[in-house]
Each structure stands twice: as structure tokens, then as C-alpha cells.
């Protein structure tokens, strides 16, 4: 009788231990989906007041900053009361977040940033904070020179360097500061932010935080080696997914079909063109386009694309088309290939199909039919005129002679500037050299005209000596030219991505309908598609790798080129995980097929550019191709979870393929997750060493944490019961994937910000 009060004291004692848990359980999930939430409507807000204002109310407020505190602190008790302290790596990748966490609010309340402009031999001593405030250096600092390199022969900016000279008491120190190379002194960190039209003087960023830059550092060490070692612990629930049961008991079969598509060729009379193998020859010319020395190939695919929105037309080479304008226009000026948006910019041109003339962009009573548009104030309308009226004045600049900026001149100081036939040349050029430019276009003209390709031929040659001669040393490599012509021929990604996405739409379609056959069945079929998907990975490789020689960076730079690197990774995924997950093929195509689309569909003319200085970082490529593979894995789980929703509506006995469907997003969702969070904190690392801060609340920034936030809850199941049933997960999956989306597309095309360009 006497254990009875001890009993019920220890199951009150429990219970109460019980309820306390629940309450930092419901504490700590509820302030990070209150964050979430809260991180949501500052994006929407900010496109409204600005960026200054949702810094200042939201990101920077008080009530943030708390709620925040309380996420972390309350993260650390629960997992004490829930034991999870108990398992090491876990406990350390949670501590991690906390770290970082602390270090962000030791940057926000001790750390200190601001600019200070600096000229020629000026001594500043003093330099002003975000706040307005004018704070002190424990030194003198002083501008010896700023130096603006470009790229060779281009005046594309490669880097901006600022000589500096520090004076501190007895000690004089001269340092560098430029793009991705900051100057530190006595924790004192400036960084390059701008310079004068003049070139004697520059603007720096300055960023004083002793402390705070150390501790998030150490936090993202923790995080990094908790992650590594999360995927290795034999115990974590990773390593469990993996041996899941389910995986054993369900196999599906995918089928394979392959339609034929038809092509119709054009019955209308076809305009003057220069013979394929002469304008071929104009191809092979250097031009200074677009910032940077390339065949002139590249501008005919350019141009040709973003005339008719692709880059061959009615059977002819884009250099065909390119020269066809140039020495033909009378002919071409007629040729209805100006492809054009918008009903009521149709209407003004007075044309039916999506297709202009030169001719129907003015008329003798009218004047310029679209100078009414361009003032209009209809957004979508003025947004469809401007695209119209540039395709309008891109055809005037060649037909002109302005695009073709092909006849290099090098100065007495040895600098080369890039000329077209229609500019002024300087009045130093010497006569015979000045006659050659001239004249040597109209040359070819007539014998264009009287048809002796020969000739053509040979002053075209001649021409391409005369580069060689004239800007030799700034001329690209031989082989880099020849590479980019490669790249220029080779490229299939439109025809690629619409054959990927219809074999993915079947194959995903069939594997709804066939999902109950039995294993072994199709197996050759499985092993056609496979090598299907392996041929499409080699193509994207080539082309990746053509592109990277062809611009010298690691092509990640841009919209097309990240759409591109996620298409690879899709059928690189989809390749390696087809033996345990044979959904993956179709899903490979599906996601291949849409990020080609996108990237076409994003940029219809993915042109080369020189790398902007800030980009040339290695910590660019780290930060891009772990957010892509990240991506790509997220967009598995959802295709997983369309699949998961279908079998279940449609099949009567689905259980067990919906609880295999769910154990395979569960796996993916840990490396996607995890790379994820990798990515952002890489790019933070990369902001920090380019502009002094790791984290500036670029919408860009705030919505792939938010992502982060939104999948990270899916991994914590345990806590979590509703991720534990099947269906809601992949509910879950199907929808967190729209802040993937936003994240890519909603940014860049709504919400705007620094990463809008990618």
C-alpha cells in the first residue's frame, strides 16, 4: 500500500514531464511556421515599399529578432526533454542552426557597416554606417590608385582594383582590394562597392563585426561536418529509410513508346540567300559582340532567334539568314519571319498570324505604326511594343552595318577597338588601312551580285587575315572558336526538350495504368529507355562542356545556364537511382524535357557573355550546382507524390506502392534538404567575401530559406505525426514544391531582386 503514492507521484511527475514537452513541441514548430509565414508577406510587402522598409520593419524588427531567439532556444530545450540529445549528430546539426542563429544576432546588434568614398591621395580617417551615423577608423586609410582591367580585346569589365594604403600609428600597410578580395585590418573588412566615372576615385564597403563573422563561420563548419556525418551514422533515420522493407516488397515497370512527328515543308517562294557553304564562310569571321570576340556565327544565331524564335528559318543556316538581310534586304524586308506578341500589337501591324514583315511595321499614311504603343500605358501592351520595336531596330543596325563590328584597329598605345563598316574611323587610321574598311564590304556586295562566290570567298579570307594581323594577340584560340561554332551547330535542346517531356508524360501516364505488373516484365524496354535517358545525358555534357569552353567559366551563370546544369542533374539522378527506383526513368525525361523547356522558353536567345566580376568566384559554381541538384531531387518527390495520389484514387489495393512512394521521397527529401541548406549557406559565404554581409534579405534569399523551412518539416516525422501517413505526406510534397517554384521562377519574374538574373 505504501508504493501506491510513489506510483501515482511519478506517473503525475511523468505526465507532467509529457505535457511540457508537448508545450515546447507546439512552441517551437509554431514560431518557425510563424517565421515561415512572416517571411512570406515581408517578400509581397517589399515589393509594395521597397527593400529599406521591410529591413527595417520586418527583418530588422525587434518582434523578429525575439521570435527568432525563441525558435533556437526553444529547438535546444525540446530536444533535451524529447531525448534526441542522445543521439550526437542529430543533437550537433540542430546546435548548428543555433550557432548561426547566434552569430546573426551578434552581427545585428554589435557589428557595424556603412561606406566611405575615398579619391587619389586623400587621407580618410572617417566613414558612415547604414544608419547615417559617422563613425571613426583607428586608422588612416588612403586610395594610391584604382585600376579597371577588362577582358582582352573587349571593354567587357573583368575587375576593379583598389590600391589601398593604411596608416596606423608607426605601421603603414598597402593592400588590394578588388572583386572577391577583400582588405582586412584590426577587423576592419572593406570590400570594393563602386568608383568614380573618372577613375580617381572609389567607393568601399566597409564592415566592422569582430565577433559575429566567427561564430556563424563555426556554425556553418558544424553544420557541414553534421550533415556529412548524418548520411554515414549507421543509426540515423536516413540510413533506416534505406533498409526499409517497402523497398523489397514493390517493383514497377515502365513502359517505352516512341511517336513519330511529321514535318511540312513550305511551298512559298524562298528569298535570295547566299549558298550555304559561302555564307558559312561569313560564320567563321571574329566580331566584337556582345562584349566579348566570337565567330560571327554567334550573332546570326542570335539574331536569327530572336527575329523568329528559332535559329534556323524555312530550311535556311542562321549565317544564310544573317547575310540574306544584309546584301538581300529588298528581298528580305518582304519576308513575314518577325515573330510578334500580343493581339493588339498584331492588330496595329495589321497582320493575322504571329508573323511581321519589315514592310507592315510602317506605312506611307500612318507613319511608324507602334509609336503609339510605346507610349501607351497598358503594361502588357507597352511590355509586347518594345519587344517588336527592338526585333524593328536589331534588322535596321545590320542592314545599316551597325552590328557587324568586325574590322579590329589597333592604336599607337597598342589598345584594339572593335569597328563596323558604318562607324567613323579614328583620324589617325592610315589611308590604305582606312580604304580596306570601306571598301571591302561593297566588294563583296558586287560580287555577290554577279554570283562569283570564289571571289567572295577569297576577300572574306582576306578580311579574316586582316583580323588576325590587326588584333592577333587579343583574338580568342583557334580551338576555342572552333568549339563555339561546334556549340552553335550542335544545339538541340528545343526539339530535345519537347521529345523528353512527351516520352516523360507517357511513360508516366502507362506506369499509372500498368503499376500492377509483375516484376521481370519489360525488362529490355526498361533497358532501351535507360539508354534513351544515358544518350540525352551525353548530349547535355557535350553541350556543357562546349559552353564552358567556349565563355571560360563554368556556365552557371545565368537562367539558361542553371535550367540547363538542372536538366543534366535530373538524368543523372534519374540514371543512378532506376535499379531501386525504376519510376525514375520517366520521372528523368518529365523533369529533363521541363527544365530544357524553361530554359528556352526563359531566354530565347541564351547568349555567351563575359563573367560580371562578382561572379568569378569558385564558391559561384559550389553554391549553384548543390541548389540544382537539390531542386531536381525535390522535384522527384513531388512527380513521386502525383503518383502516390493517383494510384491511391485509382487503384483499389495501393498501399503498398503509396507507403514504397513515400519511403523513396523520404530518402531523396535528406540529401535535398541538407544541399539546400548547403547551397544557402555557401551563397553566404560567397555574399560576405564579395560585399561584406552574408545575408541581405534579397527576396531570392528569404524564399530559398523558406523552402528550407517549409521541406525541413517533412524530416521531422517523429514529432510530427501527420508526415507519418502516406497521403498527407505526399499532399505535402506536391504542394511545398510551389516554393520551389517561386523561389526559381516567382522571384525573377515578380519580386525582382540581385539574384533576379539567374
Known sequence: MESVPYLCGNRLYFVSIMKKTKLLKYITFGSAALITVVLMIATIIEKFYGSSYVREYIYGARPMIILWLLLA???????????????????????????????????????VQGKVHLREGEEVQCFVATNGEECRFPFVITLRDFELQYYDGTFAPMDYISNIEIVDGEERIKGKVSMNNILSHRNYRLYQAGYDRDGKGVTLAISHDPYGIGIT????????????????????????????????????????????????????????????????????????????????????????????????????????????????????????????????????????????????????????????????????????????????????MLCMGHLLKIYPYRNSEGVVTWYSLADKLPAEVPYEQWLFIGRSMNLVAERIMTKKYDEVVSIVDKIGNYQVKEAGDNLPPSWRMRAEQIYNRANLNRPLAMACMTLGILFFLIFCLSSSLRKGEGKWLNTLLAAGLGVVLLYLTLQIALRWIVSDHIP?????????????????????????????????????????????????????????????SPLLSIHVVVIMIAYSLLAFAMLNGVTALILHYTKRDSKA??????????????????????????????????????????????????????????????????????????TFTIIAFLTVLITYFGVNFLLGGMHSYA
Open 217 to 396: 563561420y563555426t556554425g556553418y563548419a558544424l553544420l557541414l561536418f553534421s550533415m556529412l556525418a548524418f548520411f554515414v551514422e549507421p543509426k540515423s533515420r536516413f540510413r533506416a529509410l534505406l533498409r526499409h522493407p517497402a523497398l523489397k516488397k514493390v517493383a514497377t515497370v515502365a513502359l517505352f513508346i516512341v511517336g513519330s512527328v511529321s514535318a511540312l515543308s513550305a511551298a512559298e517562294k524562298m528569298p535570295q540567300t547566299l549558298p550555304r557553304e559561302v555564307a558559312a564562310e561569313f560564320g567563321k569571321l571574329h566580331i566584337y559582340y556582345n562584349d566579348r570576340i566570337c565567330p560571327l556565327q554567334t550573332l546570326a544565331k542570335d539574331f536569327t532567334t530572336k527575329l523568329y524564335g528559332k535559329p534556323t528559318y524555312r530550311g535556311l543556316s542562321a549565317e544564310q539568314v544573317l547575310t540574306g538581310w544584309f546584301f538581300f534586304y529588298d528581298d528580305w524586308k518582304r519576308e513575314p519571319m518577325i515573330k510578334i506578341k500580343g493581339g493588339e500589337i498584331k492588330r496595329l501591324l495589321d497582320i493575322d498570324g504571329n508573323y511581321a514583315r519589315l514592310t507592315d511595321f510602317a506605312s506611307s499614311t500612318d507613319g511608324y505604326k507602334l509609336a503609339s504603343a510605346l507610349r501607351g500605358e497598358g503594361v502588357e501592351n507597352r511590355r509586347n511594343a518594345e519587344s517588336a520595336n527592338e526585333k524593328f531596330n536589331l534588322v535596321s
Open 657 to 730: 506502392e503509396v507507403e514504397y512512394l513515400q519511403v523513396v521521397s523520404n530518402i531523396m527529401l535528406y540529401p535535398a534538404v541538407f544541399l539546400l541548406a548547403m547551397g544557402i549557406f555557401v551563397g553566404a559565404v560567397w555574399a560576405n567575401i564579395s560585399w561584406g554581409r552574408y545575408w541581405g534579405w534579397d527576396p531570392k534569399e528569404v524564399w530559398a530559406l523558406i523552402t528550407m523551412l517549409v521541406y525541413s518539416a517533412a524530416l521531422h516525422a517523429s514529432s510530427l505525426s501527420w508526415f507519418r501517413r502516406p497521403i498527407f505526406f505526399h
Open 73 to 111: 532556444h526553444c529547438t535546444v530545450f525540446y530536444m533535451v526533454r524529447s531525448g534526441v540529445h542522445k543521439r550526437f549528430v542529430t543533437f550537433m546539426l540542430h546546435i548548428s542552426f543555433a550557432v548561426i542563429l547566434f552569430g546573426a544576432y551578434v552581427t545585428w546588434k554589435w557589428g
Open 556 to 616: 552557371l551563370s545565368n537562367g539558361f545556364e542553371t535550367m540547363q546544369f538542372m536538366s543534366w542533374c535530373s538524368a543523372l539522378i534519374a540514371l543512378c537511382a532506376m535499379r531501386k527506383f525504376r519510376m525514375a526513368l520517366p520521372f528523368g525525361y518529365l523533369l529533363c524535357g521541363f527544365t530544357l523547356l524553361v530554359a528556352m522558353m526563359g531566354e530565347a536567345s541564351p547568349r555567351i557573355t563575359q563573367l560580371m566580376p562578382v561572379l568569378q
